[in-house]
């Protein structure tokens, strides 16, 4: 993927890093070009790696999203091999024997702070690559997107963890693969391929958007382990699923809403096979 990456581009995706002599940023060029081609291959692929190099005009907000996030990943991958210093804007390269590296717990909290926001470009690349036709028909799509709830950012706006932290999102992705298993086997495999489908290539039908966010609070209660409004979102998902079928013809079809209306066998004197309990 041919993408140039400025002094300026990472000084304004690291602040930190910001120096009037370009240390940093000559160090690291090497690191962000690597971080571009990891991109490519596990996030963008071809259509989204296109769509970035030709997208100045058409999808500049993608650009400066791609931009940041290699820059970041770059700095927080090669930072600690660095002789830092602590300056007044930010951190600068030990260039004489006098000046001391910043201390360990600096550049521990330096870390904490851009792996945070890796995650946080990661979702936001995530959501612009959804309106770049055909990224999601690519393998990427099911490496980086497995279900509904994809992003750190939902961790605040579902699950109730202010200001969440990539530990919050590692702790609690077995629970969003427990959730979306639940509702996969209650609304079926088929439906919830098609939500997916939707959700990745921000062509969301009227009726299902609603859903999809009803699922997204869903995942979100689980995690948050809110009983009460886990049932309670449920029993509004069902509602409106069947309220009216001819609405959600997947659902209507599979495996999902057979199960939901399993006719259990009832145990007739007329029947053949009736069976006497004494």
Not at 88 to 100: K, L, M
Not at 134 to 156: I, K, M
Request: net charge negative; glycine share 6%.
């Amino acid at each position: 993927m041919n993408l140039t990456i400025t002094k300026d581009d990472f000084e304004k995706a690291v602040p930190s890093a910001r120096e009037p002599s370009g240390s940093i940023f000559a160090v690291m060029e090497d690191a962000i070009q690597s971080e571009l081609s990891y991109l490519e291959s596990q996030v963008l692929g071809d259509i989204g790696a296109q769509a970035v190099e030709n997208g100045a005009l058409a999808y500049p907000a993608l650009v400066q999203t791609v931009k940041r996030l290699a820059c970041v990943r770059a700095f927080m991958g090669e930072m600690r091999s660095l002789d830092l210093v602590l300056t007044n804007t930010g951190f600068g390269v030990v260039s004489t024997n006098d000046t001391a590296p910043a201390s360990k717990q600096r550049v521990d909290a330096l870390d904490g702070q851009l792996r945070r926001q890796e995650r946080l470009l990661l979702g936001t690349l995530l959501d612009r690559l959804f309106h770049v036709p055909g990224w999601n028909t690519q393998p990427q799509r099911t490496w980086a997107v497995q279900t509904l709830f994809f992003c750190l950012q939902q961790l605040e706006q579902w699950a109730g963890i202010n200001h969440p932290k990539p530990e919050d999102w590692d702790q609690n992705f077995p629970m969003v693969l427990s959730a979306d298993a639940f509702l996969r086997k209650h609304m079926g495999n088929a439906y919830m391929d098609e939500l997916l489908e939707q959700l990745t290539s921000h062509t969301l039908t009227t009726e299902n958007a609603p859903i999809v966010m009803l699922c997204q609070q869903y995942i979100g209660a689980c995690i948050a382990q809110d009983t009460r409004l886990k049932e309670e979102t449920y029993m509004r998902l069902q509602n409106r699923l069947e309220a009216d079928l001819s609405l959600y013809p997947t659902y209507a079809d599979g495996e999902g809403y057979r199960l939901n209306h399993f006719e259990h066998y009832e145990n007739h004197a007329e029947d053949s096979a009736f069976h006497f309990v004494g």
